[in-house]
């Protein structure tokens, strides 16, 4: 007879515990939410309108100008000094020197409709709304007493709910831990023992508190004496430690003794993104000193006494009220900082300063695996509560996703359920409560008929039991030995086992290292039971490999930089390279979760550029069809009136698209008799650059002689000369062979020299650049789409009189709009600057140039491709025939 425990997990249990879920988010008081409520409501009671809050502007002025017109009295024009929406400035209120000039406060500022970019601010778009009256309400308003009255009651009905989601959150970390590798087999054990477990009987025991039992000790993460609101550390008997950060991609991490562990955290000092991940686990008055540390020492905290999560709600809610005491009972400018803090965690990018600002509520309920990145960005970026509450509720509901497929590993953590082999049953029986085994992530994974040489090395050294199986999850089909690892059999070979979360599949490791990376070989279970070693896809791109889709996207010097970056073992190296790959390929992008295969001393392939945010770029990009027109029709008018070219009479002779002049010279640039700008190569170039470039970029044979037209245009240019009064901007986007990507990994810095190999365009309108830079795809057609950008979008900037080789060639051109001007090959540029710019809906690469002289030494960087240029190599493209033409251009 067959005997089976089968463990009680249901789908029951889960539905209840994802109703935790739901009401737990739904009831999350929501600053924000609660800040644009009562906005609404002081607004209608004191205009009578039903307004939006988040549009309704306050912008403070230096000037005024008196109007009968108006409902304050006052009109302004330009740029006011101050703008805040009506949100922020009930989050911030007014100035404290406000409160004793209240009259002088209606002359200078008011209530709009429009934002500060808006230029004139008057009837047609006030509020009739007067700011002392605003002032008053905001004294009045007891906003601080209602939100503690919500905080209090939340946490009176709903302690219990955070203690069971975050007992979740923290089991289902541990379950991806595991399988990831940062988890060896015993930490597993210490973080089960940490709640009171042996083992994971049901769902059920999620909801249930328990102490840590005697064989572990449970203590705050404390540094430089300041105690951890949400780190903890996991201490066993032999001093292995294990570290539990929520919010992270990998929430656990397991270290041999506290001197390994003090040595990991002093490497997260190392990158700024990381050292903000680590301070965000603390309360907020210590972190200002922490992120400027560069040592952080471990220190002893208190042991946890009673149910972990009993303690960590009690400190989620006394860091709740803490905030509330800072953030409602003043509107001095010292709290000001710590409610932009905290609220733009609510309605900013989700970046690690916004996650600084996240509660620890929050975090400890599911924002710490790395599957709920999308939900969490949501939580933080969604610009309504339902948004904000949907993606609280994902993330729980992820987490209780992760923790349902894992209960098998966590049920069998010490004491796997023993079943009694019948006299029949060959291979053994496996109840089955779960659905089998993912599929591994990819293309097609195909077996490998022969295993013997692949696995040689890899056999488990242990007699094979069939006595304590894995039922659920990941690996289901593996069974539990003696040393406590999970193992399977192979061709009557016993390997031990690790399921990786990375490529989603089961892997053979070497004996007692199943968190080695090295020499991990994939396998899966046929329906028959039979284990099969699988051979790692290509994922090939048609006929493409990995390194062929990288130089294709990074030429040169670039994709090898890249690939250098990492270490990959050699088991895996096919398949991590192409992930590599793909994913450069669509999202122009490298994963996260290759970061772990870095070689040591890089941080990450390509470092975080500086970032920056832009009002001028703010203006430039949104589609503005009628402004982009009036830019370009002035920025025309300015290029006629510098462009000094022989005009005709109306008895000029002109044949064909040259005249002769009175002495016979032939001259092909000029104006004729009605005004028209002629030049048949710029035409031509402006027309069809490719018929130039063609040849200068890929060394392209064309019928006729490349050589002659470029020759002919650079002589053509060089009669209407150069001009350096305006800024000039150059956009390149992926598809279009220009790419920002080799500046924003890294390899091309500030002080690095570009040199054009091509006749290379610039536009004096920066609305032209944005079309170039994104999905608009350099089609005027386009401009009143809204542009998409990714991280292959460069926009180049060179201010005015930083140039001095740029042809201004609008007026000759069939697109005059465009108002560009070009460089011949052989300009020279120094990087000036270089930052990712982002704003609403745009981010891409500034590169800030400015002309330089041929330098006598060091290296020169092509700049469409940014590979080191070569003067040699090049004219082998171009072939022997195009000596002359190099050495114009590049002279020696």
Not at 375 to 381: F, G, S, Y
Not at 412 to 418: L, R
Not at 759 to 785: C, H, K, M, W
């Amino acid at each position: 007879m067959t005997q089976a425990h089968i463990r009680t997990t249901t789908a029951t249990e889960r539905d209840e515990l994802e109703a935790v879920g739901q009401r737990f988010a739904q009831a999350y008081p929501d600053i924000h939410e609660q800040l644009v409520r009562v906005g609404s409501e002081l607004l209608h009671q004191h205009t009578g309108q039903v307004l939006d809050p988040q549009q309704v502007y306050w912008h403070r002025f230096t000037d005024a100008l008196s109007s009968s017109r108006t409902y304050s009295g006052w009109a302004h024009v330009g740029r006011p000094e101050e703008s805040l929406t009506f949100v922020q400035l009930l989050m911030q209120r007014f100035r404290d020197r406000d409160q004793d000039n209240a009259d002088e406060l209606q002359v200078y500022g008011g209530f709009y409709l429009a934002d500060a970019n808006a230029g004139f601010f008057d009837e047609r778009n006030e509020v009739r709304l007067l700011p002392q009256v605003v002032m008053k309400a905001f004294w009045d308003l007891d906003f601080a007493a209602s939100y503690r009255a919500a905080l209090d009651g939340f946490w009176n009905s709903h302690s219990n709910d955070f203690q069971t989601l975050a007992r979740a959150a923290y089991l289902a970390s541990a379950a991806e831990a595991y399988g990831f590798g940062a988890l060896t087999y015993s930490d597993l054990r210490s973080v089960l023992r940490a709640i009171g477990r042996e083992k994971l009987e049901s769902l059920a025991q999620v909801a249930q508190p328990a102490p840590a039992m005697a064989s572990v000790t449970v203590q705050p993460l404390v540094l430089d004496g300041v105690q951890s609101l949400d780190g903890l550390r996991i201490i066993a008997e032999d001093g292995r430690e294990v570290l539990y950060l929520p919010g992270g991609r990998l929430a656990f991490q397991g270290f041999a003794n506290e001197r390994v562990l003090q040595s990991w955290l002093q490497s997260r000092l190392a990158r700024d993104d990381w050292r903000a991940a680590l301070i965000a686990h603390f309360a907020r008055e210590h972190r200002q000193r922490m992120s400027r540390e560069q040592t952080l020492n471990v220190g002893a905290g208190e042991a946890v006494v009673g149910d972990l999560f009993v303690a960590l709600s009690q400190t989620a809610r006394a860091e709740m009220e803490r905030d509330s005491q800072l953030l409602l009972t003043s509107n001095a400018q010292l709290r000001k900082r710590l409610w932009i803090g905290y609220l733009d965690a609510f309605i900013s990018l989700a970046s690690a300063t916004a996650l600084l600002s996240w509660p620890i509520a929050l975090i400890a309920v599911g924002a710490g695996l790395a599957n709920v990145g999308l939900n969490i960005d949501q939580a933080i970026t969604g610009a309504t509560s339902e948004q904000r509450k949907a993606g609280v509720v994902g993330a729980a509901l992820n987490s209780i996703g992760v923790l349902f497929n894992a209960a098998g590993l966590l049920g069998v953590a010490e004491a796997p359920v023993e079943i009694e082999l019948g006299n029949n049953s060959g291979a053994g029986h496996l109840v089955e409560v779960l659905p089998s085994s993912p599929e591994p992530a990819g293309k097609t994974w195909s077996p490998i008929p022969d295993t013997f040489e692949q696995l040689k090395g890899l056999e488990a050294n242990v007699m094979f039991s069939r006595k304590r199986p894995i039922l659920s999850g990941a690996l289901r089909g593996a069974f539990l030995q003696s040393d406590g690892n999970p193992h399977i059999q192979l061709d009557n070979e016993t390997y031990q086992v690790r399921y990786n979360s990375a490529l989603n599949v089961v892997e053979i490791v070497p004996p007692g290292r199943p968190y080695d990376f090295f020499g991990a070989r994939p396998v899966r279970q046929l329906e028959s039971g039979r284990w099969v070693l699988l051979q790692r896809p290509l994922l090939r791109g048609g006929d493409e490999t990995a390194e062929e889709i990288i130089e294709q996207l990074l030429p040169g010097e670039g994709g090898r930089f890249v690939l250098g970056a990492y270490e990959f073992p050699s088991a895996q190296a096919d398949t991590l390279k192409m992930l590599l790959a793909t994913t450069l390929r669509s999202d122009a992008r490298c994963p996260e979760a290759l970061d772990i295969y870095l070689r040591p001393g890089r941080l990450h392939p390509f470092p975080q550029p500086q970032q920056a945010t832009s009002e001028f770029w703010n203006r430039y990009i949104p589609p503005d069809v009628e402004g982009q027109k009036a830019y370009a029709q002035e920025a025309l008018a300015r290029q006629k009136r510098v462009v000094e070219v022989q005009r005709l009479s109306p008895d000029a002779e002109v044949i064909d698209d040259y005249y002769l002049d009175m002495d016979g010279r032939e001259h092909r640039v000029f104006i004729d008799a009605q005004g028209e700008y002629k030049s048949q190569s710029i035409l031509h170039y402006t027309d069809y650059d490719e018929d130039f470039n063609g040849f200068l970029r890929r060394g392209t044979q064309q019928p006729d002689d490349p050589l002659k037209r470029i020759l002919d245009l650079a002589e053509e240019l060089e009669v209407i000369g150069t001009n350096d009064e305006v800024a000039l901007y150059r956009g390149g986007f992926g598809s279009r062979g220009t790419s920002g990507m080799a500046f924003r990994s890294g390899r091309l810095q500030v002080g690095n020299v570009l040199v054009n190999s091509d006749i290379t365009s610039f536009s004096e309108s920066p609305y032209v650049a944005r079309r170039f830079a994104s999905s608009q795809g350099g089609d005027a057609a386009n401009d009143s789409l809204a542009p998409e950008f990714d991280n292959t979008s460069v926009i180049f900037r060179i201010d005015a009189e930083q140039s001095f080789s740029a042809y201004p060639v609008a007026p000759f051109s069939r697109t005059p709009l465009e108002v560009e001007s070009v460089f011949l090959p052989g300009c020279y540029f120094k990087i000036s600057s270089l930052k990712e710019v982002s704003g609403p809906q745009y981010r891409f690469m500034e590169v800030g140039l400015e002309e330089v002289s041929r330098p006598q030494a060091g290296n020169v960087f092509d700049l469409r491709t940014g590979n080191l240029f070569n003067r040699e190599q090049y004219l082998e493209m171009l072939g022997a025939n195009a000596r002359d033409l190099v050495d114009k251009f590049f002279p020696l």
